[in-house]
């Protein structure tokens, strides 16, 4: 699998989405920089790391979402490429239209660095078809403006789809108020695209997926994602 | 351009210059200064810049050592960690700053030290930050704390550097003046570190960063002073910080040096331009001439005066080799960086300022630094403490509960959820442990890191109080398995021109210099800040050490929470000193007795034994003695595990003693073989003894008991209630 990391200046997990890349996939991730007009050639997937591009200035995200590389990923994903968004990466999706939704300042004003409970609600996803029958994981969340909200049409839809990826749970899979980190509605920590092939998620899976780092649970999406790629 | 102001004794003594500094300019030029010489003056000769009542004792402290590749003097320290590669760090404070303006103050100390590590061409892998706040019940004190946390997150999170651990403590003492000590540490090749000395003459004096502007103006000489109630007018000498620009600045840095573009380098931090210039100047023995109508500025008419007093954040000075201009344009241009060309080395001894057509300043730059003021001040040594009078009665259970959940000792989760403290995913320990450990990136070795010092030891006995900031930093490192290799240190005191508060400082610096000596850990890097003290009340005496530790191996690391089922011993004697105790003071507001005497042969022997008990696989778990003795480490040590504890009376010692003193040099393992582990202890000539198990889900103090989960709730919950949020 060739992937390729976007790097705007800013962020600052494109060295960890890498290495997570390249341990998952046995292949070194290509970081590409955010003034580049064109993608390596032959790419398979696509990752927007986290960070503070643009130093989250005018809006999280929506000064990456209009770097010249980012009109070539976006017609990427159009044909149907894979991309992967984590936290800013996230941010970035939502403001480049690929994934609909807003992600707002935290309920607590405040930035939060933790592990969650998540919940993987489906496995129908090149992203998520290793986590199995595995259905509460363990991954950290390290934002400022991660709390999803949309229209409530829109969450329906979402929902109907089966294009909730993620949703903060408690230890016992239940996403009460109390394991919501940051008031995203409906508890959703990440969404994936109609065609299902772009995920945007607020928790850094890159950030566990090494058994040194105290889990291992952030692996899996990685693992998914190279099985994808071998088996198209 | 505005006119400038007539200089004389008057507008020196606004600089914060004293009648014979003054004088010893006038005989130094042999002429008036110039206004702008004046405030270039002001801003070397200040305490905070020039070290000047501080200087004589910091060199008696202990600076070198095989594992040391570069000591103080530097922008940070450097240490030999094996394979080829060095740790630098430094810590530095950013106290009146902060007090000013917590969240710009605290984000700027922040960003101050990690310019100061990538300065030296090492990327920052961890930051610390070692606070203290006034009473918890003061009017102040929740927006301090509020302001100041959001300001280190704010800053080091948007940079990329996990916050990975360090202090936050309440006193009464720091109503007026709270202090924010911020280190950094970073990973470099060792044959990669840059240094500051410019070399070559003619060559570029490159500026790169962010526009100057009249930001932090005389922001050195305000940190230089005493306080009054009109602190708040100072705001507008408090800088802001930009971490996106600083980010980028970082990974312009980085690969400029790559490219073999830089000769030498310098950040601009306080006082600016004039700071860096002379900085490069002196150490390279050049003289450097600057032509300000060069430099990038953010706004209008600025003069010669206010550029080079300036602290405009995220800033750098370089030399550059001319035939790499090219290169290093392209990098600058790749990172969206201001640059210009401000300037040239000169072979003659001056330090030469032009500014729209006019010489602004032509001095003698090595007497800048050369001959600046040093001063032998007087000090009184501190009266000795009387004993601790009469112990009140003790609950163990009861006053357990009570003492974990106080400000001092409850959790700091509530601080570290705010800052990234995984970012780059090498974080093996996270913040809440002994010291916390950051894997070095693509290796199998560890580095570990911890910040210590117990004021009101400190206070009490500087000399002890000293030695014990050191030892408990050493005890931190040693508890995850750690091989202590340096310390920084961050010297918080009042007055300097008070002999009672000068002789804490050097009190305190005795005891740092013995135990840096004694434990293998010698001092490579620190700052000093005098003058906290507002309307003439000064700080507790806060010596803060920042410490790093190597593992050669994460195999070699020591977790805090033990199993359950697993046998407690403590390592160590047990005397029960209770003087300056958490016990006597959170509980019964008592600060009085000694503090603890601190055996420094014992307490290397006893890190020694627990790295090697760890070899030998003999324990599973181990956890440092300091505040609130052995009922508050086995406490923390329940939490961590989720499991309950059960500690034994000892014979001989009343409740308070055994469960609370705080007899130092101790540490609390978990084992399966307490025989193996108490036989070893002897034979390195410790005390050690079993003194209980994990197990259940009660904390069990000899005959008193209460739920783990009351005490976890009381714990976790601690901060929030101070903070008014539970």
Redesign the interface.
Known sequence: MKSAVIVF??S??D??MG??LTQATGREAQMV?H?DAALPQGLDMIALP???S????LRCGAIAARAPIMRAVVDFAKRGGLVLGVCNGFQILIETGLLPGALMRNQTL?????DVHLSVETTRSPFTSAYGNRRVITV?I?H?DGAYIADDATLDRLEAEDRIAFRYVSAEGQPTADANPNGAARNIAGILSENRRVLGMMP?P??LA?P???GTDGAALFASLAAALEAA | MSREPEVNQELAAGHGLKPDEYQRILDLLGRTPSFTELGIFSAMWNEHCSYKSSKKWLRTLPTTGPQVICGPGENAGVVDIGDGQAVVFKMESHNHPSYIEPYQGAATGVGGILRDVFTMGARPIAAMNSLSFGAPDHPKTRSLVAGVVAGIGGYGNCFGVPTVGGEVRFHAAYNGNCLVNAFAAGLADADKIFYSAASGVGMPVVYLGAKTGRDGVGGATMASAEFSDDAEEKRPTVQVGDPFTEKRLLEACLELMASGAVISIQDMGAAGLTCSAVEMGDKGGLGVELDLDAVPCREDAMTAYEMMLSESQERMLMVLRPEKEDVARAIFDKWDLDFAVVGQTIAEDRFLIRHGGETKGDLPLKALSGTAPEYDRPWVETPAAAPLGDVPDCDPAADLLALMGTPNLCSRAWVWRQYDHMVMADTVVRPGSDAAVVRVHGTAKALAFTSDVTPRYCKTNPVEGGKQAVAEAYRNLSATGARPLATTDNLNFGNPERPAVMGQFVGCIQGIGAACSALGMPVVSGNVSLYNETNAQAILPTPTIGAVGLLESLEQMIPMAPGAGDTLVLIGETKGHLGQSAWAWELHGRDEGDAPPVDLDAERRAGDLIRSLKARDLITAAHDLSDGGLAIAAAEMAIASGTGVTLEQAPGLGPAAWFFGEDQGRYLVGCADPDAVVAAAKEAGLAARTVGAMGGDQIILGDTALPLATLAEAHCTGFARLMGEA
């Open positions: 200046p800013g600052n997990c060295r960890d290495v997570a920089w003034k986290g960070g503070f643009f130093g989250d200035y405040k930035f939060i660095c933790s950290p390290a400022h850094h890159e950030r090494d040194a780092l105290g």
